[in-house]
T-cell receptor, first 118, second 115 residues
Framework: LAKTTQPISMDSYEGQEVNITCSHN???????ITWYQQFPSQGPRFIIQ???TKVTNEVASLFIPADRKSSTLSLPRVSLSDTAVYYC???????????????????FGKGTKLSVIP | DTAVSQTPKYLVTQMGNDKSIKCEQN?????MYWYKQDSKKFLKIMFS???????INETVPNRFSPKSPDKAHLNLHINSLELGDSAVYFC??????????????FGSGTQLSVL
């Protein structure tokens, strides 16, 4: 299944903008790029999703270049409460030989542990 | 109102015991999942059900048996617990299972510790 590569960890001071880049060289033509956030002792939470160019919501922005082989999650002016693990995901249609043939599979990688420092 | 709720939050038990984790979603979603997050924080899918039918069954020991009485509930029963089963188990749901860009909604997890 499609895989992603992102930095294992990042540190940032409060108030700074944080950019986390993810590589997904094998992304399928019709697939989306999705980012999740996980706080300690909680389940992952959807942050943002995009297909190409730029997407912005109240939490973050997502920049996707034309070749779509990478994406960058941008968190403006981070605070201590943004300390979390951030996962970049791309999905893939499960092959016919797979137990979930035809299903849309999301595979979580190791994520990027963001530590915001006061 | 919690969208995806699972119980218990913590489960401490002895090797060899049988235990269950319950999950319920009130989002009206058709698809539910069980994920396992190990000590290295890898999050791996275990099972997926769509409208009470099993659609994904990863390479998981058959000591793990999911049960979906209706599409809003997906419970996980584990027989003969082993030390290696210690992990955080997350329930999740999504609207469907075959649409590109499907979004997952997770519960807060069940920390299972096998002694």
């Amino acid at each position: 299944l499609a895989k992603t590569t992102q930095p294992i960890s990042m540190d940032s001071y409060e108030g700074q903008e944080v950019n986390i880049t993810c590589s997904h060289n094998n992304i399928a033509t019709n697939d989306y790029i999705t980012w999740y956030q996980q706080f300690p002792s909680q389940g992952p939470r959807f942050i943002i999703q995009g297909y190409k160019t730029k997407v912005t919501n109240e939490v973050a922005s997502l920049f996707i270049p034309a070749d779509r082989k990478s994406s960058t999650l941008s968190l403006p002016r981070v605070s201590l409460s943004d300390t979390a693990v951030y996962y970049c995901l791309v999905g893939e249609r499960a092959p016919e030989t797979y137990s979930g043939a035809g299903s849309y599979q999301l595979t979580f990688g190791k994520g990027t542990k963001l530590s915001v420092i006061p | 109102d919690t969208a995806v709720s699972q119980t218990p939050k913590y489960l401490v038990t002895q090797m060899g015991n049988d235990k269950s984790i319950k999950c319920e979603q009130n989002l009206g979603h058709d698809t539910m999942y069980w994920y396992k997050q190990d000590s290295k924080k890898f999050l791996k899918i275990m099972f997926s059900y769509n409208n009470k039918e099993l659609i994904i069954n990863e390479t998981v020991p058959n000591r793990f048996s999911p049960k979906s009485p209706d599409k809003a509930h997906l419970n996980l029963h584990i027989n003969s617990l082993e030390l290696g089963d210690s992990a955080v188990y997350f329930c999740a749901s999504s609207q469907g299972f075959d649409r590109v860009g499907e979004k997952l909604f997770f519960g807060s997890g069940t920390q299972l510790s096998v002694l």
